[in-house]
């Protein structure tokens, strides 16, 4: 059954698909999913199993699922001039053999609602209409806002929309802590910190005003180094975030953390945000051994004192150090089983700065939620992705972009090579 | 690491000329000395193996710049770096300035990268950095 998948999918990349009319012509990836191997190299739960969906895409980040079906891919990456790639599985095999792009411009951000597909780079958000075939007029989107901050780091562009006719961008502070001198041993940080008035939170903007920047948009959270996943939970109607939490802890203090201290700290926190949220960023961080919001040692701390930090937004579940939160999606799909409904999977990218400790991330996991709050322990959900070696150069594969179809699968997204999978229960 | 090996070192030491150490090998010393410097203030961000971490710090190993000429090198440590694009790759850290560090340390750690993870570049002394700091400084 394989083998004649396979074949056929051979003859339909060799016969050269044609897109769909307004859709630029097909992307074809130099090896098109030949893989054999089970699950795509990942491994799941009992009564799952993933097919490859599409494989070597290249930097493949978040990805949005339409309601027919279609998987459209964000590449940070140029593939063959195209940033954005639309993934069509006709003949429901789980493997996309219509593949075809358009958006040229690379970026993170990618989010479907209520018939328009969004998109970002790193300093803009765009949106085009969808239509029965898919993107309308791929070469005209409107322009939803403009002028974000891309200062080099932290720069991608999550987005995700509420029920109301917003659309919610993370835009990163483009730093480490907000010091005199960024990632500099023995530099104090900023109070106050000045990059965030423009960055450091999550901005929002409305979906139906074009052209939209700082000036008429709203910081709704600061106190945010980075968020690179993040999703609307529409049961509670709040946004949820997952915070990168700084860097550099036992290089810059070795006398207040081991090497062990530095791998597993700062928290990589989990946030329910309300307007005006303030996480605490840079003045703050949580410590996994003191289990505590404390004063980062730029501002002060000792690893003791507290200080404005109690009064600081609290998250609702930490996760060990430097794990790299990139894909964040609440599972409201009825084709898992009734454990998976409304909580929340986490893409895990892969830490890098827990060395000479091992690294860890490299994983996709899944919160049990209730009523907005976890009711349960988190527990690997898809792991295997690093294979040989949890390494950021040498994985295989590194978990970015989670999302959910029309069917209640889920998708994954590699942005080391970019291979999808379609995550399916019991079928 | 082939310089280690004992034959090696005296079949360096009796049939090459001093060029040919400078390009092949260096004391153990300079390299113990490297290796520490590397570890405490470089590996963090380009990691154990010199790979560095995609979209964030760039590889060491194979690279053009750690390769190529001293004088283009030396005054990445002592001015640091950020917002890259290295053979079509971004990288998106900051590297902070090294200047704290001595000239033999740079001229050690500089080696100890250009001499490790597959490199292969002449070696650097803490003479060459004392000229390109004083240039920097004019």
């Known amino acids: 059954m394989r083998i004649l998948n396979f074949l056929t999918l051979a003859i339909l990349l060799s016969s050269g698909t044609a897109g769909l009319a307004g859709e630029k012509k097909p992307v074809r990836s130099s090896k098109p999913m030949v893989s054999m191997e089970e699950n795509g190299g990942i491994t799941l739960p009992a009564g799952f199993q993933a097919s490859i969906l599409a494989d070597e895409l290249g930097r493949a980040r978040h990805l949005a699922v339409n309601t027919n079906g279609d998987v459209y891919v964000k590449l940070d990456k140029l593939n063959e001039g195209r940033g954005i790639l639309r993934l069509r599985d006709a003949n429901g095999d789980g493997k996309a053999e219509d593949i075809s792009g358009f958006g040229n411009y690379k970026g993170t951000g990618i989010a479907i609602k209520n018939g328009y597909l969004y998109a970002s780079s790193n300093e803009q958000i765009f949106r085009y209409a969808l239509d029965k075939t898919g993107v309308a007029d791929p070469e005209n989107p409107e322009l939803i806002a403009t002028g974000l901050w891309d200062r080099g780091a932290h720069s991608s562009k999550s987005i995700t929309l509420d029920n109301a006719g917003n659309i919610y961008v993370n835009i990163g502070a483009p730093s480490n802590v907000c010091q005199v001198k960024d990632f500099t041993k023995g530099s104090p940080g900023i109070n106050p910190c000045p990059l965030l008035d423009s960055s450091g939170g999550i901005w929002q903007f409305r979906v139906d005003v074009k052209g939209q920047s700082y000036n008429n948009g709203k910081r709704y959270a600061t106190g945010l180094r980075n968020v690179v996943g993040l999703d609307w939970n529409a049961q509670v109607n709040d946004l949820f975030v997952m915070q990168h939490g700084r860097d550099m802890f036992f290089q810059h203090y070795p006398e207040m953390y081991s090497q062990q201290d530095g791998a597993l700290n700062p928290s990589e926190e989990f946030f329910r945000i309300k307007p005006g949220s303030d996480c605490g960023w840079p003045y703050c961080y949580y410590d996994m051994n003191k289990k505590q919001k404390l004063m980062n040692p730029e501002y002060g701390g000792d690893r003791n004192k507290v200080g404005d930090c109690a009064g600081k937004t609290q998250s609702i579940l930490q996760f060990p150090g430097h794990m790299a939160p990139d894909g964040l999606l609440f599972y409201t799909g009825t084709q898992f089983p009734e454990k998976y409904r409304n909580g929340a999977f986490i893409a895990f990218h892969g830490s890098w700065n827990r060395s000479p400790e091992p690294q860890e991330g490299y994983f996709v996991v899944y919160v049990p939620i209730k009523d907005g709050l976890p009711s349960g322990d988190w527990e690997v959900f898809a792991n295997g992705f690093a294979q040989d070696l949890k390494d950021p150069r040498k994985a295989r594969f590194r978990p970015c972009g989670l999302a959910q179809g029309p069917d209640g699968s889920l998708y994954i997204s590699d942005d080391q090579k970019g291979r999808i999978w379609k995550v399916t229960y019991g079928k | ?138």
């Open chain 2, 1 to 138: 690491m082939r310089y280690h090996k004992p034959f090696f070192s005296v079949l360096l030491m009796t049939t090459c000329s001093f060029m040919v150490l400078a390009q092949q090998g260096m004391p153990k010393d300079v390299a113990a000395r490297g290796k520490t410097i590397y570890g405490a203030v470089c590996m963090a961000c380009h990691q154990s193996d010199g790979g560095g971490v995609p979209r964030l710090n760039p590889p060491l190993s194979g690279s053009k710049t750690v390769n190529g000429p001293k004088d283009k090198l030396i005054p990445i440590v002592l001015n640091g770096m950020s917002g890259v694009e290295i053979e079509g790759e971004s990288y998106g850290n900051v590297m902070a300035s090294h200047a704290d560090l001595k000239d033999q340390e740079i001229a050690d750690v500089l080696n100890y990268v250009r001499n490790n993870f597959g490199n292969k570049a002449s070696l650097v002394s803490a003479a060459d950095v004392k000229k390109v700091r004083i240039k920097l400084k004019k």
